[in-house]
C-alpha cells in the first residue's frame, strides 16, 4: 500500500468537501477501487450483516446472514462503476448499501422463483426495508463507534500509549474520578485528565472520519452524533 | 462498584449504554445534559446512584405543590455550566428535576415544567427506563399522561 493510498490519518480540521476519500481512490484506476472497496467492505459487513439477521432478509434469500452479506459486496462491488453511482447519488453511502441490498436480495427471488416454477414473486423485500430503517441505523452507529475505537486503540498503541486508552476508558466508562485513575498510573489527576481528554479527541477524530467517509459533511457531525445516539437510546427503551 | 461484564471488556461489547458513554465523551461539552444523564445512569454503579438520588424524594409527595416544591429545590441545584462538563451533583440535581416533573404529571397530569413538552418526553424515554423499578413506573406514567395532554400550558 503507498502512502498517498492509505486511509487518511484523522485529522483536526476536515474539508468540506464530503466523501474526499472515496472519491479520489477511485479516480486512481485500479488500486484504488481495491482500496475503496475494501474500506466498504471492512465498514459496512457488520451492520448490514446483523441488518439481514435481524429483519429475516437473508431468511427471505435462502442464505446466512453473512454469506448473503458478502455475495453482494462480490456482486455489485466488482462492477467499477458501483460506488462511482453512489457519489451522485445524494444519499449516505450506508443508504445506498442497503437499498442495494435490498434490491440484490430481490433479484435472488427472482432468480429463484423463475427456477421453481409458479412460486410467486413478491415485493416485500424491498419494502420491508423501508420499515426497519432503525434497526440498520442502530447496527450502524455501533460498528461504527466499534470501527473508531479499533483505529483509536491502534494509533496508540503504536506510539506505546495503550495506557492512556485504559486512563479514557476507566474515567469515561467505568466512571473512576481522575485523582483514582491517577494513584494506578502515577500521575497528577490533571495529568490522566489531559491524557483521557486527549484520547476521546482522537475517538472523535476516528468516528468523524467514519461519518466522512460515509457522506457527511462536517458542519453536519455533532448532529450526527447525537441522531446515533438517539437510535440507541429508542432501542434500550 | 458494581460490577457489568460491559466494562470489564475491553470494547464496548455492542452494548447501547456503554456507546452512549462512549458518545457523550465524544461530543464532549456539545452532549445535551439529557444523554449525559443517560450515560450517568448508565455507568456500572448507576443503577446504585440514580436510586441513592431519587430516594431523597421519598416519600413521594402527594399534592402538586410537593412536587413543585421538590421541582424547585431541585432547580437550585443545577448549574448550566456544571452540567454541560458531567458534574455529579448537578445531574444529581437535574435527575431529581426530571423526576418531580414526572411525579406531578403521573399525580395528576398536572405540567409544572417550562422547559418544553417534547424535551420532557425525551428525558421521560431516554431516563426512564434506567431507573429504580418504582420510578420507572412513574416516569412511565407521566409519559403516557404527557402524550394525553392536549392543551399543555407551561407552568414554573
Known amino acids: 500500500m503507498s502512502a498517498t493510498s492509505d486511509p487518511p490519518t484523522p485529522s483536526r480540521s476536515f474539508p468540506e468537501t464530503q466523501t474526499v476519500w472515496i472519491a479520489d481512490r477511485l479516480s486512481e484506476g485500479e488500486a484504488g477501487i481495491m482500496l475503496a472497496n475494501g474500506y466498504v467492505m471492512e465498514s459496512y459487513l457488520r451492520p448490514l450483516t446483523t441488518y439481514c439477521s435481524k429483519i429475516g432478509l437473508a431468511r427471505s434469500a435462502r442464505a446466512d446472514a453473512d454469506e448473503l452479506v458478502h455475495s453482494f459486496f462480490a456482486n455489485r462491488l466488482s462492477n467499477p462503476d458501483y460506488l462511482k453511482s453512489w457519489l451522485t447519488s445524494g444519499l449516505r453511502l450506508r443508504q445506498w448499501l442497503r437499498n442495494g441490498l435490498h434490491f440484490y436480495v430481490h433479484e435472488l427471488r427472482r432468480k429463484n422463483a423463475t427456477q421453481i416454477e409458479g412460486q410467486g414473486l413478491s415485493e416485500e423485500v424491498a419494502s420491508d426495508g423501508l420499515a426497519h430503517d432503525h434497526e440498520f441505523e442502530h447496527a450502524w452507529a455501533l460498528a461504527s463507534l466499534d470501527l473508531a475505537i479499533k483505529e483509536t486503540k491502534a494509533g496508540l498503541e503504536k506510539r506505546g500509549r495503550r495506557d492512556e486508552w485504559e486512563m479514557f476508558w476507566s474515567h469515561f466508562v467505568g466512571g473512576v474520578p481522575h485523582a483514582k485513575i491517577g494513584e494506578r498510573f502515577q500521575l497528577t489527576a490533571a495529568q490522566v485528565a489531559q491524557r483521557a481528554f486527549a484520547v476521546g479527541a482522537q475517538l472523535r477524530d476516528a468516528l468523524y472520519g467514519i461519518l466522512r467517509k460515509d457522506g457527511a459533511f462536517s458542519s453536519e457531525i455533532d448532529l450526527e452524533v447525537r441522531s446515533m445516539m438517539e437510535v440507541l437510546h429508542e432501542i434500550k427503551s | ?156
Open chain 2, 1 to 156: 462498584m458494581k460490577s457489568n461484564p460491559d466494562l470489564h471488556r475491553d470494547d464496548f461489547g455492542a452494548s447501547p449504554a456503554v456507546a452512549i458513554q462512549l458518545f457523550c465523551a465524544i461530543l464532549g461539552p456539545n452532549a445535551h445534559p439529557i444523554d449525559r444523564l443517560a450515560s450517568r445512569c448508565a455507568a456500572s454503579d448507576g443503577p446504585e446512584w440514580s436510586s441513592q438520588v431519587l430516594a431523597e424524594l421519598m416519600p413521594a409527595p402527594k399534592s402538586i405543590d410537593g412536587w413543585i416544591a421538590w421541582k424547585n429545590r431541585a432547580k437550585d441545584g443545577i448549574h448550566e455550566s456544571d452540567l454541560h462538563t458531567g458534574d455529579p451533583l448537578a445531574l444529581a440535581a437535574f435527575l431529581q428535576y426530571v423526576a418531580s416533573i414526572a411525579g406531578a404529571l403521573a399525580l395528576d397530569g398536572t405540567y409544572i415544567s417550562k422547559t418544553s413538552p417534547a424535551e420532557i418526553r425525551r428525558a421521560l424515554n431516554v431516563i426512564g427506563p434506567t431507573v429504580e423499578p418504582s420510578w420507572r413506573d412513574i416516569f412511565s406514567s407521566a409519559r403516557i399522561r404527557l402524550d394525553e395532554i392536549k392543551d399543555i400550558r407551561l407552568t414554573k
